[in-house]
């Protein structure tokens, strides 16, 4: 069966309006509605392309532009073709006006150009969670940062925090029965920073972490001579790949955070 779509038009972005929309589905049981974005509208022809994207499809329109002249394009536009376009942002507009006693800038994007650093951070982590402990290693290069490691030597705590900086890091496991993926050496290396750490606190942690989820029957991962080879052999992509190292031992997040913005921006 095919579902009717909702097209969500706006003079940038289109983010408020798809949040609104998908906040207002959540209150409806599987409903799997498609949402179709249509970002950077600045012109009368592409409303007539959304029209007619509509018609054909059977769907709705939903708007959210600032531009008083293409906001009442689109609805006439709309209701000359009796379709059902829903304007967030002109009624809200209009008695802001009377209220504030001044006229709307009109500007699209403004609200996103306003907080930049907000909106940067908050991809920032998005991208650090879905890149997390060797997620989608295509996406390397789209990296800021690259953290590799063994097991415990804190990529995943170091990668959220530098995400709440607003760095964009993905992190990669080094294991010794699997090789790196191939795009660790493709990407540039200045923004690969190797992580190490001592290998009495390591093995530390993974029996702490051993004890704490009551794992059993797994000695190897707390096994000094096992934890020794894994160290060893992440020195060698270390050198491989020519890559920064930062040693973690003792060190708080934060200082380690620092060091590794410090080697990144230094080298690039």
Do not use: C
């Amino acid at each position: 069966m095919n579902i009717s779509p909702i097209f969500v038009v706006s003079g940038g972005e289109g983010v408020s309006g798809q949040q609104l929309v998908r906040t207002v589905l959540a209150q409806f049981q599987d409903a799997d509605t498609p949402i179709i974005i249509i970002p950077h509208v600045r012109q009368t022809e592409q409303l007539k392309d959304v029209i007619a994207q509509a018609q054909n499809t059977n769907g709705i329109i939903v708007h959210t532009l600032v531009d008083a002249h293409l906001r009442s394009a689109m609805n006439d536009l709309a209701r000359e073709n009796n379709l059902v376009a829903i304007d967030l942002i002109g009624p809200l507009m209009f008695q802001l006006t009377g209220l504030l006693g001044q006229k709307p800038l009109e500007r699209p994007g403004l609200y996103r150009r306003l907080r930049e650093d907000y909106f940067k951070r908050i991809e920032a982590i998005e991208f650090a969670v879905d890149h997390d402990d060797g997620l989608k290693p295509d996406d390397l290069s789209l990296a800021d940062i690259v953290l590799i490691g063994v097991s415990r030597v804190g990529k995943t705590p170091l990668s959220m925090y530098l995400s709440t900086r607003g760095w964009k890091v993905a992190n990669v496991p080094l294991i010794p029965q699997f090789a790196p993926p191939a795009q660790l050496f493709k990407i540039e290396r200045r923004r690969v920073i190797g992580l190490t750490i001592k290998l009495g606190q390591l093995t530390a942690y993974r029996r702490r972490r051993q004890q704490r989820m009551g794992v059993v029957g797994s000695a190897a991962y707390s096994d000094v001579s096992e934890i020794e080879a894994e160290l060893a052999f992440a020195q060698r992509i270390f050198r491989q790949g020519q890559f920064t190292v930062i040693d973690i031992t003792d060190k708080p997040i934060e200082e380690s955070a620092d060091e590794i913005v410090a080697q990144v921006s230094r080298r690039l």
